[in-house]
Each structure stands twice: as structure tokens, then as C-alpha cells.
């Protein structure tokens, strides 16, 4: 789903509740909102309220881990793919189409995710598919060494190769993983019942009207960046292309 059109329905959703709380307490018998009856009110959507808290903060520790663990795994697989490079340089020429290709591969890695070179967008599925790097892994495994020096070169760079090829997965195993949907499902009910609540225990006026607006829009833009950071390699907080960048200018020298 569009992670803009997931924050315009659950804004539509809190402040039509605001809304509808404020049109449903003008049918309402005088004594359904008594001084008792507000205080009820009060008590129970103040529960409802702290458990509404508790599972935002759930949703955004949960999106800032799923983020700094993308960003993680992008920065070592790039180190460990300028590593990989240097062991190659110091096998010999012989590794030249594999240096090639590993530097075809990083590019096409800011093709596909960040949407580098390209006329369309980022895929948000770009971990899919078999890695360039084991086009690498292939060559690699074509080389016969002459001398120890370079049997000992050549195990380090399949090893060094085979975590870049890990983490390609690991990177691709978290995209599937998805986001909570029901758990955001529940959250945002929890939170129309609050607002229509607001909606119903306000007063009628212009201001009250203006400040459940904003305060709807605030609520829905903290979703929107909660399920915008859940996608950490598409959308408006993105994991920077800024090591890919770094480790083309290091690869081939």
C-alpha cells in the first residue's frame, strides 16, 4: 500500500471520528452528557489512551529497529565488498572480470533500490532475484592459484564473498518479513474511539474545531513516518546510497 495514502486514512479516520462525536452530541439527551457522565467518559477513554501510547511506542521502537538494522547491513556488506576487491587486486590480474563485475554489481544495486540512472522509482521489492554477487562468487570459483599466497587470497575473498551473498538475504528475508497491519488496524481504532470521544465531550466552535484537525494530522503523520521507516530503502526516511557511492570510489584501484 501507499505509505501517503496509509497517512490520509488514518487522518480521514481520526478526525471524521472527531467529527462524528461532535454531530452525535447535538442529538444526544441532555443528560447523556451529565457531569457524571463526562467523568465516565473520561476514565474509560483515558484507558484506552495509555494502551494506544504503549503500542505506538511498540510501532516506532519496532520501525527504528527495523531501519538502523537495514542501514547496518547495507554499511558492512559494502566494506566487506571493498575488501573483497582489495584480496582481489592482490591476487593478480587474473581477477580483473571479477573486479568488473563486482563494481557492475554495486551499480546495479543503486539502480535498482534508490532508482540511481533510472526513469522510474525504486523498487520496493529490489531484494528479490539472485544476487550479482554470486556472478562473482562463479569467477571466483574459476581461478586456479599457483602459489600459496594466492590459495590464501583466493579461500579469504569466497569467504568475504559469501557474507556479501548473506547479506544480500538477510536484507531480502526483511523486506518479506512485512509490516503489522492488524496491530496498526487495532492502534488506529483505539485512536478514532479516542477522538470521538474529544468529538463529544468538545464544545462547539471554530477553535476546538481547528485544534482536533491538527491534532488528527499529528497523529496520522507520526503513522506515516512509523510505516515510512518500515520501508527503509523506498519513501521519504531512506537508508543513504551514500557507502555505495564511497565504495565505487574505491573499487578497481
Not at 447523556?32 to 503500542?55: N, P, Q, Y
Not at 540512472?117 to 550479482?132: F, I, K, L
Not at 562473482?136 to 590464501?152: I, M, N, S, W, Y
Not at 538475504?169 to 487495532?186: H, K, M, Q, S, V
Request: with cysteine.
Amino acid at each position: 500500500m501507499d505509505i501517503l495514502a496509509v497517512g490520509a486514512i488514518v487522518f480521514a479516520c481520526l478526525f471524521g471520528g472527531a467529527i462524528l462525536g461532535m454531530l452525535l452530541s447535538l442529538a444526544l439527551p441532555e443528560h447523556h452528557l451529565s457531569s457524571d457522565s463526562r467523568d465516565a467518559i473520561k476514565l474509560a477513554t483515558a484507558t484506552v489512551a495509555t494502551l494506544a501510547a504503549l503500542a505506538l511506542g511498540l510501532l516506532v521502537a519496532s520501525a527504528k529497529t527495523s531501519f538502523d538494522t537495514a542501514d547496518t547491513q547495507l554499511r558492512t556488506s559494502v566494506a566487506r565488498t571493498v575488501l573483497l576487491d582489495r584480496a582481489l587486486a592482490h591476487y593478480g590480474p587474473e581477477t580483473q572480470v571479477a573486479r568488473a563485475l563486482l563494481r557492475q554489481a554495486v551499480e546495479a544495486q543503486l539502480r535498482r533500490v534508490w532508482g540511481e540512472g533510472r526513469t522510474d522509482s525504486a523498487n520496493p521489492n529490489a531484494y528479490g532475484g539472485d544476487p550479482e554477487i554470486e556472478l562473482v562468487q562463479d569467477k571466483l570459483r574459476a581461478l586456479a592459484p599457483q602459489t600459496e599466497a594466492q590459495r590464501g587470497l583466493l579461500a579469504s575473498a569466497l569467504q568475504i564473498s559469501g557474507d556479501v551473498a548473506e547479506a544480500h538475504w538477510l536484507l531480502f528475508a526483511r523486506n518479506e518479513a512485512g509490516f503489522p497491519w492488524p496491530f496498526l488496524t487495532i492502534l488506529v481504532a483505539w485512536l478514532v474511539m479516542l477522538f470521538f470521544s474529544f468529538g463529544l465531550l468538545a464544545p462547539h466552535n471554530a477553535t476546538v474545531l481547528c485544534i482536533l484537525f491538527l491534532c488528527s494530522l499529528s497523529v496520522a503523520s507520526a503513522v506515516f513516518l512509523v510505516v515510512d521507516m518500515e520501508h527503509p530503502f523506498y519513501g521519504f526516511v531512506q537508508v543513504s546510497s551514500a557507502p555505495l557511492h564511497d565504495a565505487l570510489g574505491q573499487l578497481g584501484r
